[in-house]
C-alpha cells in the first residue's frame, strides 16, 4: 500500500479511485463532520499529495547527511498530519529476553490514512532504512540491510519484470 501510495497521480481523479478501489478508503474525512461519513475524491487527493510531498522529503533527507533542522521540520510535518487522525499510543506488557515482562509501545490506528502516515513516521526514524526507486512502476520503497539488493517495489513488479525480460531475449534470438 505504501508504494502504491507514492506513485498515485493525484492530478487523475480516475487514477484516485482506483486506489481506493484497491486499497479501501483512507479515512480522510475529518471525523467530526457528521454529515460526511465518507471520503471525497478532494480530501483523497489532499491527502496523497501530501503523502507523497513527504515521502519525497524523506527519500531527499535519507540521501544527504541532512541538518537536524530539516529533519526536526520535516518530523514534525508528519507529527501535525499523525494529530490529525485518531491514532493515540498505547502499551502493553512484554517478556524481554531475560523473562521479565516490560511494557511495549503499540500504535492502534483505526484507517488507512493512520497506517500511511504511521510506516511513513517510522520509516523516517529508522536508521537502516535507504529510500530506492521501483525498476519498473517508479514508486518508492524503503530497502534495509537484509533485503538492499532489492530492486523492486513488490512481487508483482519483479514477476512482471522478469517475464519482460524473458519476452526481450526470446526475441532478441528469433531476430539473430
Not at 16 to 28: E, H, R
Not at 36 to 49: E, G, H, I, K, P
Not at 97 to 118: A, H, I, N, S, Y
Not at 146 to 174: D, F, M, P
Amino acid at each position: 500500500m505504501f508504494s502504491h501510495a507514492t506513485r498515485v497521480n493525484t492530478n487523475n481523479s480516475d487514477d484516485i479511485l482506483a486506489f481506493v478501489n484497491t486499497v479501501g478508503l483512507l479515512g480522510c474525512a475529518e471525523p467530526h463532520y457528521v454529515v460526511q461519513m465518507f471520503d471525497s475524491v478532494q480530501y483523497t487527493r489532499a491527502c496523497l499529495n501530501n503523502f507523497q510531498h513527504l515521502v519525497k522529503r524523506v527519500q531527499t533527507l535519507k540521501e544527504k547527511n541532512a541538518s537536524k533542522r530539516r529533519w526536526t521540520s520535516l518530523l514534525k510535518a508528519i507529527q501535525t498530519e499523525l494529530h490529525k487522525t485518531s491514532v493515540q499510543p498505547d502499551f502493553e506488557m512484554r517478556a524481554d529476553t531475560e523473562g521479565g515482562m516490560r511494557p511495549t509501545q503499540l500504535w492502534r490506528p483505526q484507517c488507512l490514512k493512520d497506517v500511511l502516515f504511521l510506516t511513513l513516521w517510522q520509516v523516517a526514524q529508522a536508521e537502516d532504512y535507504g529510500p530506492r526507486q521501483c525498476l519498473r512502476c517508479e514508486a518508492l520503497f524503503f530497502v534495509t540491510k537484509r533485503n538492499s539488493r532489492k530492486q523492486y517495489c513488490s512481487k508483482s513488479c519483479s514477476g512482471l519484470a522478469r517475464v519482460n525480460r524473458h519476452r526481450q531475449k526470446k526475441i532478441a534470438e528469433t531476430s539473430n
